[in-house]
Every structure is written in C-alpha cells, then in structure tokens.
C-alpha cells in the first residue's frame, strides 16, 4: 500500500515542483562611477559625446546617471535653441532632455555651483538647467560658446545669480552635430516668457543615450627571461 502511494504522489510532487515559481535573481548592481564617465548620445543629426566630471561635480554626475542607465532620456529630444543678440555666432547654447515629463522625471538633485566644483561655463560644457537651485532634473544645456554669467556668482545682486548653475561635463566630440542643432530654425509662437523665441520649430530627437564602452587595460608584459 505504501508503495503504490508513493509511485501515485510520485507524478503529483514533480508537478507541483515544477509549478514553483523560480527564486527572482537580484538585479545587477549598478556599475561603479569612474572619475570621468563618457556618454554617447545619439540624435538624428548625429552622435554627441559627453565626459561627465563625477571628480568635482558627483551629485549632478550620479543624477544624469541615473537618466541614461535606466533610459529616461532615450526618445527625449533637444528643444531649444538660444541664440545671443551679441557676440560671434554660433553664441548661446542648446537645451534637450525630457521637458519635465512627470512619467520620467526622478526627484530633484541638490545644487553644485561652479564656486564649490571649480567648473566653468566654457564653450562646449555641459550644465544642468533649473527654476530655482535645487530643483534641477534632466534637462541640460551645451553651450557654444563661453558664458561666464552662468557661472555662480558670490556677489550677485539676486539668489539666483549667486548661485548661479551647475557644469557637470563637456563635449568631447560632435560639436559639429551642436552647431546643427544650434541652426535648427526656431518657432515663432511656442514657448512662455523667456523660452519664447529661443524653441526649436521641429525639436530634434534624442534616440538613445547609453554610457560609452570602457576598454579594457592591457595586461603588463611579462619579463624576458
């Protein structure tokens, strides 16, 4: 009697086993953040590569991170173009990302000004944009030209101006696809305030943005014997 029990049951415990859910594995941790970390950021007009400085600049650094590694940015897009009323074209700067769209916006990073990272609004530099300190997200900015006045500022007459807002990379390569964006033509009627005059007619989109391949260190050479 026991025997044919267990022969029965036999079927019915493989069943049942089989129907187990699996044990879900813990997802990878997330890679370690090198000194400087490269991006490509891949438009229609071509691909932008960014050096982010997690060296002077970490909080910004991590929270853009975070962006790219969990694709908030993929399929965003640059929408604005400024351009300055004086100086040498190309002057001002481009601004893209996911224009607060609250299904992919995470919470806000603390502000790093310029006096505190000892970076600067350069031609090229890469800075997070923002209302107030401390509310800045995934919008950024690449200027194309040098804009010290950007830069935060001690002895300013506003808040807003001492604080000033925050470098976190430069532009390695593809300034050439900046300049394009840069010379997008611009929408006579979208945007409020001050964004008026300065948004992109047909943004143009950002497929994808995905930290670049690290390669690997050679091996040292072994001594000849």
Known sequence: MNRR????????????????????????????????VTINLVTTLGTIQIELDHKHAPLTTENILRYVDQRRLDNSS??????????????????????????????PVAHEPTTQTG??????????????????????????????SLDADPKGTTPDAQAGFAVFGKVTSGMDVVRKIWDSPLSATKGQGSMKG????????????????VAPVPAPALPKP
């Open 5 to 36: 029990f267990v022969l029965i049951a036999a079927p019915l415990l493989l069943a049942l086993t089989a129907a187990a859910p699996a044990k879900r594995r813990a997802p990878p941790p997330p890679p370690p953040i090198a000194d400087y």
């Open 78 to 107: 640059f929408y604005r173009s400024m351009r300055l009323a004086w100086g040498t074209p190309p002057n001002g700067l481009i601004q893209g990302g996911v224009q607060m769209d609250p299904k992919r916006t995470l919470k």
């Open 119 to 148: 970076l600067k609004h350069k031609a090229g530099a890469v800075s997070l944009a923002r209302n107030a300190p401390g509310t800045g997200m995934a919008e950024f900015s690449i200027l194309l030209s040098d804009l010290e």
């Open 198 to 213: 300065s948004m992109i007619d047909v943004p143009v989109k950002i497929l994808t943005v995905r930290r670049a391949a």
